[in-house]
T-cell receptor, first 114, second 113 residues
Framework: NAGVMQNPRHLVRRRGQEARLRCSPMKGHSHVYWYRQLPEEGLKFMVYLQKENIIDESGMPKERFSAEFPKEGPSILRIQQVVRGDSAAYFC????????????FGNGTRLTVT | QKEVEQDPGPLSVPEGAIVSLNCTYSNSAFQYFMWYRQYSRKGPELLMYTYSSGNKEDGRFTAQVDKSSKYISLFIRDSQPSDSATYLCAMERVRGSQGNLIFGKGTKLSVKP
């Protein structure tokens, strides 16, 4: 039973480029969450999605960041015009349903902006 | 005041020791409390989750919640070198949603053989 799959594991982008991070939830899971872990900081919630719907994006920066979870395919976290401050580990988690289900995390994508 | 405070350590103990990890929080509305373990370059792995005040035991791990003091603990008995990792406490931010969690910064634990 495959866990949460994230790719790429490492991503290097120059300032101003776009970064696309992908997440395939565990089989049977329809809820996806994105978190960001900055150096020396704890995990910070970014966004919660269900298929084709953004449920809670209270942790998303207002500009340059977007997320989607289409009916088919993985969830995508997109960062436009990256800046050095976007360098971080981005983790995706999934759960079968909200409320009483603990989150299962992937191993993250480490984004480095040069 | 931060919503969740966690001593970052690092904490170094000899193999076999009892380890105590702690977090304090300020929001009395938090209902669910979790402990995650994170190995280097890996994602967080859920160890324990509790809802009410009191103790919950799972093998060598015991989670303790004291809502009156806004204080949670994780105890590890007979610690092993394989327990060396960063331990994150997490709490539910939005009632009814375990997905929108607020995490402590993590305590780095090293168990020496």
């Amino acid at each position: 039973n495959a866990g949460v799959m994230q790719n790429p594991r490492h991503l290097v982008r120059r300032r101003g480029q776009e970064a696309r991070l992908r997440c395939s939830p565990m089989k049977g899971h329809s809820h996806v969450y994105w978190y960001r872990q900055l150096p020396e900081e704890g995990l910070k919630f970014m966004v919660y999605l269900q298929k084709e719907n953004i449920i809670d994006e209270s942790g998303m920066p207002k500009e340059r960041f977007s997320a989607e979870f289409p009916k088919e395919g993985p969830s995508i976290l997109r960062i436009q015009q990256v800046v050095r401050g976007d360098s971080a580990a981005y983790f995706c988690a999934s759960s079968p349903r909200d409320g009483n289900s603990p989150l299962h995390f992937g191993n993250g994508t480490r984004l480095t902006v040069t | 005041q931060k919503e969740v405070e966690q001593d970052p350590g690092p904490l170094s103990v000899p193999e076999g020791a009892i380890v105590s990890l702690n977090c304090t929080y300020s929001n009395s509305a938090f209902q669910y409390f979790m402990w995650y373990r994170q190995y280097s370059r890996k994602g967080p792995e859920l160890l324990m989750y509790t809802y009410s005040s009191g103790n919950k035991e799972d093998g060598r791990f015991t989670a303790q919640v004291d809502k009156s003091s806004k204080y949670i603990s994780l105890f590890i008995r007979d610690s092993q070198p394989s327990d060396s990792a960063t331990y994150l406490c997490a709490m539910e931010r939005v009632r009814g949603s375990q997905g929108n969690l607020i995490f402590g910064k993590g305590t780095k634990l090293s168990v020496k053989p």
